[in-house]
């Protein structure tokens, strides 16, 4: 059985479309992550969410938005999309041992 | 804020040949500092973390506070060891990586 998935990996899109990444973790953890990786492999984090609750957000613009309706689930949704956005995103989630399991990725491709 | 880097990018060796992949850090408070491996095709892992200090697949770490140091380290290297290699620090909430680096182990 998976514990991160996330879909869809792959997604190409327009400038100024809106689109969605859905993560969802079946380890019961309590404590979710998204993450960007750019095209130079540089892996940064974008939010945190423990028991649904923010946690962290690094000053991601506000045209990303997460939502997580349950512990087990952490969306991401992205309005009007920039060139700049293309990038790999990796849901994560942790329990009490800090170790983070990772999805497979979704690789966004804007034109 | 914690920092991590890696210097090199990419690491070229021969098999058969040590292997050390250099990571740096910068934190106040006390760091827990892990490594984390990407195989081709395949998602991101947990290698190895600072406070078990236990080797796994032959890699060791050792957390060197005076240096800000943990580099990683395998005295012979094998070709399935190819991959990139991140080294994370976890700090303030949340887990921050270093830039990596790509390994590849040459026949």
């Known amino acids: 059985d998976t514990a991160v998935s996330q879909t869809p990996k792959y997604l190409v899109t327009q400038m100024g479309n809106d689109k969605s990444i859905k993560c969802e973790q079946n380890?019961?953890?309590?404590?979710m992550y998204w993450y960007k990786q750019d095209s130079k492999k540089f892996l940064k984090i974008m939010f945190s969410y423990n028991n649904k609750e923010l946690i962290i957000n690094e000053t991601v613009p506000n045209r990303f938005s997460p939502k997580s309706p349950d512990k087990a689930h952490l969306n991401l949704h992205i309005n009007s999309l920039e060139l700049g956005d293309s990038a790999v995103y990796f849901c994560?989630?942790?329990?009490?041992?800090?170790?983070?399991?990772f999805g497979e990725g979704s690789r966004l491709t804007v034109l | 804020a914690q920092r991590v880097t890696q210097p090199e990018k990419l690491l070229s060796v021969f098999k058969g040949a040590p292997v050390e992949l250099k990571c740096n850090y910068s934190?106040?408070?006390?760091?827990?500092l892990f490594w984390y491996v990407q195989y081709s095709r395949q998602r991101l892992q947990l290698l190895l973390r600072h406070i078990s200090r236990e080797s796994i697949k032959g890699f060791t770490a050792d957390l060197n506070k005076g240096e800000t140091s943990f580099h990683l380290k395998k005295p012979f290297a094998q070709e399935e060891d190819s991959a990139m290699y991140y080294c994370?620090?976890?700090?303030?909430?949340?887990?921050?990586f270093g830039q990596g680096t790509r390994l590849t182990i040459n026949p």
């Open positions: 994560a989630s942790s329990g009490y041992t800090g170790e983070l399991f």
């Open positions: 994370a620090l976890y700090g303030a909430q949340k887990l921050v």
């Open positions: 380890l019961g953890h309590d404590t």
């Open positions: 934190y106040s408070g006390s760091p827990e």
